[in-house]
């Protein structure tokens, strides 16, 4: 079945460094992947839209300068958190359709991303 | 703007218990329901839908019927398992542009 594969699982970073985590799609092709963040104990929070060849659409209040999304290929999504606090340390998940909407998102593993 | 509302957990149960996770509802038009479920370490894999008013979803002996009238989308399972620990998440999908929303998430633990 499609496969979404995201890494690092997991990362620890210092404050104000920058941290990339990727999306990509094993057995088949996106044109639009979606990131999301998961806060503890609540739900997934759709952060933004990720379109190939274009740029991203953000959720109200996603900060686009902060969190950039590239999606360089119809396979392939990069989230960056750019000067990354502790206040970013959260869970993140990545997800594409593999055909049309509205047929099911798969999700990857997740990132555990952790700013000291 | 569309929402989702499950309940809060965390749900214990023993094997061969039954299991009923509720899950409403608020949106306009005519949303596709699912549920997701997220075992421990793993991302979250869809466990079943419903496109339409009284569709029954199923899969892996879960059951969830999509209920117009009280805008609800219930998840049940008569006899779980050890292996049905996990959390589940409902969601609905608006018809407009396919956006998930999510509910918080019910962790559930079955218990030998």
């Known amino acids: 079945g499609a496969v979404v594969s995201q890494h690092p699982s997991w990362v620890i970073c210092k404050s104000g460094t920058s941290v990339k985590i990727e999306c990509r799609s094993l057995d088949f092709q996106a044109t639009t992947m979606f990131w999301y963040r998961q806060f503890p104990k609540q739900s997934l929070m759709l952060m933004a839209t990720s379109n190939e060849g274009s740029k991203a659409t953000y959720e109200q209040g996603v900060e686009k300068d902060k969190f950039l999304i590239n999606h360089a290929s119809l396979t392939l999504s990069t989230l960056t958190v750019t000067s990354a606090h502790p206040e970013d340390s959260s869970f993140y998940i990545c997800s594409a359709r593999a055909g049309p909407a509205p047929s099911p998102l798969h999700f990857g593993n997740g990132t555990r991303l952790t700013v000291t | 703007g569309d929402s989702v509302t499950q309940m809060e957990g965390p749900v214990t149960l023993s094997e061969e218990a039954f299991l009923t996770i509720n899950c409403t509802y608020t949106?306009?038009?005519?949303?596709?329901l699912f549920w997701y479920v997220q075992y421990p370490g793993e991302g979250l894999q869809l466990l079943l839908k419903a496109t339409k008013a009284d569709d029954k979803g199923s899969n892996k002996g879960f059951e969830a019927t999509y209920r117009k009238e009280t805008t609800s989308f219930h998840l049940e399972k008569g006899s779980v398992q050890v292996s049905d620990s996990a959390v589940y998440f409902c969601?609905?999908?608006?018809?407009?542009?396919?956006?998930?929303?999510f509910g918080a998430g019910t962790t559930v633990t079955v218990r030998a």
């Open positions: 969601a609905l999908s608006d018809p407009s542009d396919y956006k998930l929303s």
């Open positions: 949106a306009t038009g005519y949303p596709s």
